[in-house]
């Protein structure tokens, strides 16, 4: 299984702590720089000819800010230059501040068959703090208007004096709006941020906070009827997401457009982060690549571990033993020992215990060679 996933560096305004390559005053752009991304993703597409895709995901950036020309012409290209598989699982990230019925319309008819709706909080007052652009009432007319449709809505925790009563009025819009998944991630203040002052100023939750945060939302998340099937991400049956399952098991993605990531035939490698210097590149004939570097020996295993155990179902010990010829429990005995009390080990399996699993990092690292 292999993935595309395509960069759209416009947006209506940036969030306070947006750390993606993102240019709000660069939206007179676009014409120019999807001429040079329909040019890559054939050059792309020619390079990688053999290979079947099976997921296309556009994100941002807010996909959804950008003309509906522009979209459709990325899934046309898509489709007629790469392998995509006809039954390919489709998405579009959206800001309901910038969706419309007609911009719907013709992301359906181009092929799009799955929607990511950034929500992150049913307060009003949050989401300015935030400097989001929409309200709760656009997040439930785009709702609506998706009624029936495959959609994941984002849900962020750990934010200015969040309650778990904060989280559970979010959560309950998601659920009453009919999302069939959620992306719940706790908020990371990054440095060169707005919020990352904030947080210097300590006015956001400590991490003792956020993880009571999370664990709320995981049980009443459940009890919603969507199961967590990696740290961040909860889907109802049938509806987990095939784009970020292949991250997870480090599948093979192509990342086309500012900024994005690829892993190809055991190489990753990521495309500059700056539309002017990207667009010189294309138009010379260069794909605009930088920070090229083959993955080999342990760092293969060090990937698939850190990956596997990030999710629900953790490590298959049949798949560990056909990639590296060695069983995961016997070669890491000392670490399970170790971790004992934090991990499960069953016959077929090894993976982080639930109710540790928001901390896997700490975990993980003594996994790691």
């Known amino acids: 299984m292999a993935g595309i996933y395509v960069h759209v560096p416009f947006c209506k305004s940036k969030c306070t702590y947006c750390d993606f390559a993102s ?25 990688y000819k053999n290979h079947k895709f099976d997921t296309l995901y556009i994100g941002g950036g807010t996909p959804s800010f950008v003309d509906e020309k522009y979209i459709v012409g990325v899934v046309k290209q898509a489709k007629e230059k790469f392998n995509l598989a006809p039954d390919a699982e489709i998405t579009i990230e959206m800001n309901p501040g910038t969706v ?36 709760l009432s656009d997040y439930l007319e785009t709702a609506t208007m998706l009624k029936g449709e495959n959609f994941n809505a984002d849900a962020l925790i750990g934010l200015f004096d969040q309650t778990t009563d904060d989280l559970k009025k ?7 709006s009919g999302a069939t998944h959620v992306s719940m991630y706790a908020l990371k203040a990054e440095d060169g941020t707005p919020i990352y002052t904030n947080y210097l100023n300590g006015e956001l939750p400590d991490d003792d906070t956020v993880a009571e945060l999370y664990a709320f939302g995981v049980d009443y998340l459940a009890s919603l009827g969507f199961n967590r099937y990696e740290v961040s991400n909860f889907a109802k049956p049938g509806y987990r997401s095939k784009h970020n399952e292949n991250y997870w098991k480090r599948g093979e993605y192509i990342g086309l457009g500012v900024a994005a990531s ?15 210097d990207y667009v010189k590149c294309i138009i010379s004939g260069y794909f ?37 010829g060695t069983d995961f429990a016997t070669e890491f005995a000392n670490e399970l020992s170790k971790n004992a009390a934090v991990t499960d080990v069953s016959r077929s399996r090894v993976k982080i215990r ?10 993980i690292v003594d996994f790691l060679k």
């Open 23 to 47: 240019y709000p005053s660069e939206a007179g752009k676009a014409e120019l720089y999807f001429a040079c991304l329909y040019k890559e993703m054939k050059a792309r597409a020619n390079q």
């Open 100 to 135: 419309t019925e007609k911009k719907l319309d013709a992301y359906r008819n181009a092929g799009i068959n799955r929607f990511s709706v950034g929500l992150q909080s049913a307060d009003d007052k949050m989401l300015l703090k935030l400097n989001r652009i929409h309200t």
């Open 170 to 176: 979010t959560l309950d819009v998601i659920s009453e």
């Open 262 to 276: 690829s892993h190809m035939e055991n190489r990753r490698f990521n495309n500059i982060p700056y539309i002017d």
């Open 288 to 324: 605009a690549e930088e920070n090229s570097e083959v993955i080999e020996g342990d760092e293969i295993k060090n990937e698939f571990i850190m990956l596997a155990l990030r999710t629900e179902d953790g490590i298959d010990r049949k798949e560990y033993k056909k990639l590296f």
């Open 354 to 363: 639930p109710e540790y699993l928001f901390v896997q990092n700490s975990i």
